[in-house]
């Protein structure tokens, strides 16, 4: 299988089918990743659309100095950007529809149904906290990319990247165990927080 770099360079030498290639590899973390930015499919599927539109009219641009993944992931941040401009930008997925949540006699709905509200509390967490950890943090634990790679998205230092991504695990934790809930419930934070906690311990 050829790799990203290989196949831009053949779409550089006029190769459309190798750019087709791309936009299969990708549009389905590219949906995932706008569908963060708007909690909506059709915005979200116009924003990769737009996106993969951007990315083959200045393929020419692309260098190769970070992987062609994160060069994307860049442009559908910009692009989403200036959708939402003057809007409020998120970029964490919708909170999770407990009437979604299978309700019954069966003995593990309780449990089912705490745990979809754990997350729905977190990703509402996620939400108050600034633009730019929000986006750290949610790009290295949704996405699972690497400091270097959210650097260049963000287009900011490693460090500053890393810096983001440590004051919203913080924020976070802090946040989560001041809530007064049930014992139960705040083992299940517990357990996320020990989640958060590794990724943060992850060097990358």
Excluded at 22 to 31: A, D, G, I, K, P
Excluded at 88 to 108: H, K, M, R, Y
Excluded at 146 to 171: V, W
Aim: include cysteine.
């Amino acid at each position: 299988m050829k790799t990203d770099v290989e196949l831009v360079g053949e779409v550089k030498g006029g190769n459309r089918k190798s750019f087709s290639e791309l936009v299969q590899r990708h549009q389905r973390s590219l949906l995932r990743l706008s569908l963060r930015f708007t909690k909506e499919q059709a915005t979200a599927e116009d924003i990769v659309q737009e996106s993969f539109i951007k990315a083959y009219q200045k393929i020419h641009l692309f260098e190769g100095r970070s992987s062609f993944k994160s060069w994307l992931y860049q442009i559908a941040l910009n692009t989403a950007r200036n959708r939402f401009r003057g809007k409020a930008f998120d970029l964490v997925q919708s909170s999770v529809n407990v009437e979604d949540v299978p309700v019954g006699v069966d003995p593990g709905a309780e449990t089912e149904l705490l745990q979809a509200d754990v997350k729905r509390r977190l990703r509402a967490e996620i939400e108050r906290l600034p633009e730019r950890q929000r986006m750290a943090l949610s790009l290295r634990i949704f996405e699972d990319l690497s400091f270097k790679e959210i650097a260049q998205i963000m287009g900011c230092p490693y460090d500053t990247a890393k810096a983001n991504y440590r004051h919203a695990l913080l924020k976070l934790r802090e946040r989560i165990e001041a809530m007064d809930e049930s014992e139960g419930f705040r083992d299940d934070f517990g357990r996320t927080g020990d989640m958060l906690t590794t990724y943060g311990e992850v060097e990358m």
